[in-house]
């Protein structure tokens, strides 16, 4: 089974809709990052959070809002979505390894389209 | 603002021929890891380098991390239509405590 799963794998949703998107690991790591993907841009950071109590916005955190639930899950929403949003989102996770060289543990990414 | 820069932003090549991939910023890095993405798939980390100077070999990869940590390299030796793929770098800063994604390089193997 996948160390870090995400879902769902790919939403279509129309401008206006709130949507969620979940993460969960059994990793036991206690640090989670929501990352978007766009063509010639790269992994931008959304929101990441070291422990359930600890949620920090990343470099692009407007029109999106997180949850860490437990230890193991981390939610993405979109309280509503617009076209501009439509992106790969990727969830990942990691531990304070070596250095705090915080290596990512990434799913394997939820198709967001917003029409 | 993008503190990495990676080149080239897309490479094509033969089977069986060498390739570089170079990633640079004008900050000194705590440490640098690479990454490797397949299409519908996460980014896989590689390797981590931490010291200035240091060389790392994955098989047919090489890595390099500059002598002032502000730069890196990716070398693919004989390449192989299964290396196809984006290539990320992700470097830590001082004080920072999260990572910084370069733009990527496709890299396209012919067979």
């Known amino acids: 089974d996948a160390d870090v799963t995400q879902t769902p794998r790919n939403r279509i949703t129309k401008t206006g809709k709130r949507i969620m998107l979940e993460c969960s690991q059994t990793?036991?790591?206690?640090?989670m990052y929501w990352y978007r993907q766009d063509p010639g841009l790269g992994l931008r950071l959304i929101y990441y959070?070291?422990?359930?109590?600890?949620?920090n916005k990343g470099e692009i955190s407007d029109g999106y809002s997180v949850s860490r639930q437990a230890q193991a899950k981390f939610s993405l929403s979109l309280e509503s979505a617009i076209p501009n949003q439509t992106a790969l989102y990727f969830c990942?996770?990691?531990?304070?390894?070596?250095?705090?060289?915080?290596?990512?543990?990434f799913g394997p990414g939820t198709r967001l389209t917003v029409t | 603002t993008q503190l990495l820069e990676q080149s080239p932003q897309f490479l094509s090549i033969q089977e069986g021929e060498n390739l570089t991939v170079y990633c640079n910023s004008s900050?000194?890095?705590?440490?640098l890891q690479w990454y490797r993405q397949e299409p519908g798939e996460g980014p896989v980390l590689l390797v981590t380098?931490?010291?200035?100077?240091e060389v790392k070999k994955l098989k047919r990869l090489t890595f390099q991390f500059g002598d002032a940590r502000k730069d890196s390299s990716l070398h693919i030796t004989a390449a192989q239509p299964g290396d196809t793929g984006l290539y990320l770098c992700?470097?830590?800063?001082?004080?920072?405590?999260?990572?910084?994604f370069g733009a990527g390089t496709t890299v396209t193997v012919r067979a």
């Open positions: 900050s000194v890095f705590s440490s």
């Open positions: 990942a996770t990691s531990d304070t390894g070596l250095a705090g060289t915080y290596e990512q543990y």
């Open positions: 992700a470097g830590s800063f001082l004080n920072d405590y999260k990572l910084s």
């Open positions: 959070s070291f422990d359930v109590k600890d949620i």
């Open positions: 990793k036991g790591h206690d640090r």
């Open positions: 380098v931490v010291t200035g100077g």
